[in-house]
């Protein structure tokens, strides 16, 4: 190094290791310190009081350490707005040379909020009245509204808001710490540098026992706060749900948002359970999946172009979702390539499962918590062991009823109409199981019920109208009253040989009547007419006509204590009156049931 150099260097070096030493002494003189605490409560427009002096750290960074700090509204004396052990207030260091104290930022330690309830209901803090942040915010705000077309004054968009960090903090509502609303174990990092730059949060925390994060970036928070649309990307996980959301959000009063939207339920049940939301019928959903177009307030979302997976069930429509009178309400329009009605309707209510299922109470308390008006289609469905095509449906859940109604829908090669409905009433609960087919085949739906032997090989039109108690699946089908008709256009009926069943009339004594199995007998049509009271088929007319015979069947059915008893007439040629008539009795287990001949001379031909 030159003399020349050496002469300008060496008085510059010293200079700078003379303001290096100084710097303590400099950041640490008692004008700073006494600023602190007024240049922060300036600054936040919150009253804040310390439980002793600020301290002066240099290094790595300028910065005060408060210690005790306590934060007001202002013209409070009590319920402090936050609390915090420790509060590291970034400085800056030109600034402090001239023993001012302008804030770059904050660091909390161990900091408690206490947030309040809004009219609304939602919790938030307090909004300060005042203060350099709130000035700053609020001016722009106003000079936007005034010249929304006008730019705004560059200084004012370059003022620094800066940086926020909080390390363990802890959210209690109410004023209580140990409660189980309360959000613990709280890391965040909020990021605002100036209003003209974008602002970040990143936050982590605990909630009801699940550990949770919370990431939110909007390039134009500025446009937010004017309770204009602020772009937004927000993302929220937990272990039972994860959300994902991209558009715009308004602070409106309602909150408007619009985007699009992926909500992903690991356990839908384990959630509803989190959110501390008891909806038994709901309890039965597994793995749950939502995303499309969301728009909504804090009170509504509608889902359009919406893709749904429930468990293994996928659909595509459109969802609205809202709160009515403390329920939630859930409409929409849902179309499947396939669905299992009964693991659907098993997700909305009270459905069984299995015979144990089946002897228990219903309950209907779901009814108050839930308000469902969905209206179904698939390609296929499966309804237990019937098969469905191109079906169309619709769910209904209000306080009074439930009502799953198929309006129409292809099976066993005819059409078919069903529905089931349950009513709520203070006095008894009842319910409505109601099937309409038509040119169905018989001998596919009794394959479909297992039904193996004299089975009917023809199209069959069917009406089941049953009404009975709810106290459970069993009552409302053991206990059920209504009516059942049917007719069959010609066909066979399998292992029925009509044949041998004269032969055996004609001879005496009782047989069973499982010695008349055949192949199958020809008939030319069977009208059947059966009225059910309290779980027992009385069967008023059940006709059938083969050629020129006609067997006629009145009586009692009582499946469920395994008993039948029937007394039939058969004519052998209804063409000729003088041809033979044949009277019987048929009783026993449904299973094996025995045929008596009843002599002429007690029960004449007709």
Do not use: C
Not at 200 to 207: L, P, Y
Not at 332 to 337: I, M, N, R, S, V
Not at 500 to 521: C, D, R, W, Y
């Amino acid at each position: 190094m030159s003399p020349t150099r050496a002469r300008i260097f060496l008085p510059l070096l010293g200079l700078v290791v003379l303001l290096v030493a100084l710097l303590p002494y400099l950041a640490s003189t008692n004008l700073v310190r006494e600023r602190i605490a007024q240049q922060v409560s300036s600054w936040t427009g919150y009253r804040v009081t310390l439980s002793q002096a600020p301290d002066i750290d240099v290094f790595p960074s300028l910065k005060a350490v408060l210690r005790g700090v306590t934060v007001y509204s202002w013209g409070e004396v009590e319920n402090p707005i936050m609390e915090s052990d420790r509060v590291e207030v970034g400085l800056s260091l030109l600034s402090a040379f001239r023993g001012d104290a302008d804030i770059t930022g904050f660091t909390l330690l161990r900091p408690q909020f206490h947030p309040r309830r809004n009219e609304n209901g939602s919790w938030q803090m307090p909004i300060p009245a005042g203060g350099e942040l709130s000035y700053a915010i609020r001016t722009a705000l106003r000079a936007m509204e005034s010249d929304g077309d006008k730019p705004l004054d560059p200084d004012l968009l370059a003022a620094k808001i800066g940086s926020f960090q909080i390390i363990d903090g802890q959210v209690s509502l109410d004023g209580e710490s140990g409660n189980e609303d309360a959000l613990t174990s709280l890391d965040a990092t909020i990021t605002w540098p100036t209003l003209e730059r974008p602002l970040n949060i990143i936050a982590k925390a605990i909630w009801r026992g699940e550990a949770i994060s919370f990431g939110l970036a909007s390039p134009a928070p500025l446009s937010g706060l004017s309770r204009k649309p602020m772009p937004v990307s927000l993302k929220f996980e937990a272990a039972p749900v994860a959300i994902i959301f991209d558009g715009t959000l308004s602070f409106s009063n309602n909150m408007f948002y619009e985007g699009k939207a992926q909500f992903n339920f690991s356990s839908f049940k384990r959630a509803l359970s989190w959110y501390g939301e008891d909806v038994p019928a709901l309890q039965s959903v597994g793995t749950l999946s939502l995303s499309g177009t969301v728009n909504g307030d804090r009170h509504r979302m509608r889902l359009e172009d919406a893709k749904i997976g429930i468990g293994e069930t996928n659909a595509i429509g459109f969802l609205d979702i809202h709160n009515d009178a403390g329920a939630a309400a859930i409409s929409g329009t849902l179309a499947f390539d396939r669905i299992d009605i009964m693991a659907f309707l098993s997700a909305f209510g009270d459905v069984p499962g299995s015979a144990e299922k089946s002897a228990e109470r219903i309950d209907l308390s779901y009814f108050d918590k839930l308000n469902l008006d969905l209206r179904l289609s698939a390609t296929e469905a499966d309804a237990g062991p019937i098969m469905l095509s191109n079906i169309a449906a619709n769910v209904q859940v209000k306080s009074d009823i439930a009502a799953f109604d198929v309006s129409g829908a292809q099976a066993f090669d005819g059409n078919i109409q069903a529905s089931l409905r349950l009513d709520r009433d203070n006095d008894a609960n009842g319910g409505e199981i109601r099937i309409l087919g038509s040119d169905i085949s018989g001998a596919k739906l009794a394959t479909a019920l297992e039904i193996e032997r004299y089975v009917p090989n023809a199209p069959l039109d069917l009406s089941v109208i049953l009404n009975g108690p709810t106290q459970s699946w069993n009552s409302l089908v053991r206990a059920a009253s209504g009516t059942v008709t049917a007719h069959l256009d010609a066909g066979t009926i399998i292992g029925f040989d009509l044949n041998g069943f004269i032969s055996k009339l004609s001879s005496s004594g009782f047989f069973p009547f499982g010695q008349t199995i055949g192949v199958e007998t020809a008939f030319d049509g069977i009208d059947v007419k059966v009225a059910v009271v309290d779980g027992v088929a009385q069967i008023e007319k059940a006709d059938m006509t083969s050629g020129n015979r006609r067997m006629s069947i009145t009586g009692l059915v009582a499946p469920f204590s395994s008993s039948i008893a029937l007394s039939g007439l058969l004519e052998e040629d209804v063409s000729n009156k003088d041809a033979a008539t044949h009277i019987f009795f048929l009783g026993g287990a449904p299973d094996s049931p025995f045929v008596t001949p009843i002599l002429p001379s007690v029960f004449p031909s007709r």
